[in-house]
């Protein structure tokens, strides 16, 4: 008869700590971290798409499945879930980052009307756009270059290593297409005009590490007396 006790105490105690800890470990909390400078989305949309059901045992949440349901809904590719964090015993924080839209590229198309992209450092952003429609964005003009069906081109990468280099110099992500007014592939170099002092870039199409020559570059640049920076021409 004791063991048959002690058998059914235990019992209760095992269904108490399975109740007990399931309250402790149920969603009450969601939060929304934008990692970068987000203007696509607004934090109460991305909680409302996330849809986590607040009686959730915070170990069954499906993050792909969150993380679909929010970048789907947006155009563009132009949100992305950075990450999704379980903050124990209750909170779930979802970090959200925007490809922010640096270089407008003229596409090939059969319209009469001219289309650009106005995609981000990595090409993920790949809807087309009238003149009309970005008026009134800073963007990085591409010209000497015209997309046609694929990024995958010699002149896709250098760009991608240009963005990477000033970034690396420390120029933040958001700030290049105020630094950087174009980008020109037409003649045997490349040619990188800056708004700030309207100086330029020169590098050779045949260098080999192209963030090797923006770093080279740059430092002579910050290394020039700031009136002198006008008008002048960096060549490497």
Same mark, same amino acid.
């Given at each position: 008869?004791?063991? #048959?006790?002690?058998?059914?105490?235990?019992?209760?105690?095992?269904?108490?700590?399975?109740? =007990?800890?399931?309250? #402790?470990?149920?969603?009450?909390?969601?939060?929304?971290?934008?990692?970068?400078?987000?203007?696509?989305?607004?934090?109460?949309?991305?909680?409302?798409?996330?849809?986590?059901?607040?009686?959730?045992?915070?170990? #069954?949440?499906?993050?792909?499945?969150?993380?679909?349901?929010?970048?789907?809904?947006?155009?563009?590719?132009?949100?992305?879930?950075?990450?999704?964090?379980?903050?124990?015993?209750?909170?779930?924080?979802?970090?959200?980052?925007?490809?922010?839209?640096?270089?407008?590229?003229?596409?090939?198309?059969?319209?009469?009307?001219?289309?650009?992209?106005?995609?981000?450092?990595?090409?993920?952003?790949?809807?087309?756009?009238?003149?009309?429609?970005?008026?009134?964005?800073?963007?990085?003009?591409?010209?000497?270059?015209?997309?046609?069906?694929?990024?995958?081109?010699?002149?896709? %990468?250098?760009?991608?290593?240009?963005?990477?280099?000033?970034?690396?110099?420390?120029?933040?992500?958001?700030?290049?297409?105020?630094?950087?007014?174009?980008?020109?592939?037409? =003649?045997?170099?490349?040619?990188?005009?800056?708004?700030?002092?309207?100086?330029?870039?020169?590098?050779?199409?045949?260098?080999?590490?192209?963030?090797?020559?923006?770093?080279?570059?740059?430092?002579?640049?910050?290394?020039?007396?700031?009136?002198?920076?006008?008008?002048?021409?960096?060549? %490497?």
């Amino acid at each position: 008869m004791k063991k #048959v006790i002690i058998a059914v105490a235990i019992g209760l105690v095992f269904v108490a700590l399975i109740i =007990t800890f399931g309250q #402790v470990f149920t969603v009450r909390y969601v939060s929304v971290e934008f990692v970068n400078s987000v203007s696509s989305a607004t934090k109460q949309q991305i909680i409302n798409l996330a849809d986590i059901d607040t009686h959730t045992n915070i170990f #069954v949440i499906d993050e792909t499945k969150i993380a679909s349901a929010i970048e789907n809904e947006f155009d563009d590719n132009a949100i992305r879930v950075s990450d999704i964090v379980r903050e124990f015993p209750n909170k779930v924080v979802i970090r959200i980052s925007e490809r922010l839209a640096l270089y407008k590229i003229e596409a090939e198309t059969d319209e009469n009307e001219k289309k650009y992209v106005a995609t981000d450092r990595n090409f993920q952003r790949s809807e087309l756009y009238s003149e009309k429609d970005l008026a009134g964005q800073i963007l990085t003009t591409v010209t000497g270059l015209k997309i046609i069906d694929t990024y995958r081109t010699d002149e896709c %990468y250098a760009l991608r290593d240009i963005a990477n280099a000033f970034i690396s110099c420390g120029i933040a992500e958001e700030a290049l297409p105020y630094f950087m007014e174009e980008v020109d592939f037409s =003649t045997e170099k490349i040619i990188i005009n800056l708004r700030p002092t309207d100086s330029t870039f020169e590098i050779s199409k045949n260098v080999d590490d192209i963030q090797a020559a923006i770093n080279s570059l740059y430092d002579s640049y910050m290394s020039t007396d700031f009136a002198l920076r006008y008008n002048s021409v960096f060549s %490497y």
